[in-house]
């Protein structure tokens, strides 16, 4: 099992910038892919984005694809998502997680996770 710490989500104007970051501990970090999933109120849990444990293939929704990229650190066992061009349909809880597997999927569902942080709220305003 891992543990995963989300961070720097808040608030910001439609066209603005964020950079999430979620620390990982409990595991060996770079074995595994991680990914980050969105709730809106409402909706059900939705893939965003997702990245191999060497960092070296991505995959994105088609919802952020050219304004999102998930990166990671494997010597600072943290994996980020910068988001650029935020719009108001960006707005969500943005959870961290770590697969439950060793290989890598480049659409993965939930269920292929086994731990998730707690949730990082990100708002972005018209």
């Known amino acids: 099992q891992v543990q995963l710490v989300e961070s720097g989500g808040g608030l910001v104007q439609a066209g603005g910038s964020l950079r999430l970051s979620c620390a990982a501990s409990?595991?060996?970090?770079?074995?595994?892919?991680m990914a980050w999933f969105r709730q809106a109120p409402g909706k059900e849990r939705e893939f965003v984005a997702a990245?191999?444990?060497?960092?070296?293939?991505?995959s994105y929704a088609d919802s952020v694809k050219g304004r999102f990229t998930i990166s990671r650190d494997n010597a600072k066992n943290t994996v980020y998502l910068q988001m650029n061009s935020l719009k108001p349909e960006d707005t969500a809880v943005y959870y961290c997680?770590?697969?439950?597997?060793?290989?890598?999927?480049?659409?993965?569902?939930?269920?292929?996770?086994?731990?998730w942080g707690q949730g990082t709220q990100v708002t972005v305003s018209s």
């Open positions: 990245i191999s444990g060497s960092g070296g293939s991505t």
């Open positions: 409990g595991r060996t970090f770079s074995t595994y892919p």
């Open positions: 997680a770590a697969s439950s597997v060793s290989y890598y999927k480049p659409k993965p569902k939930s269920t292929d996770f086994g731990s």
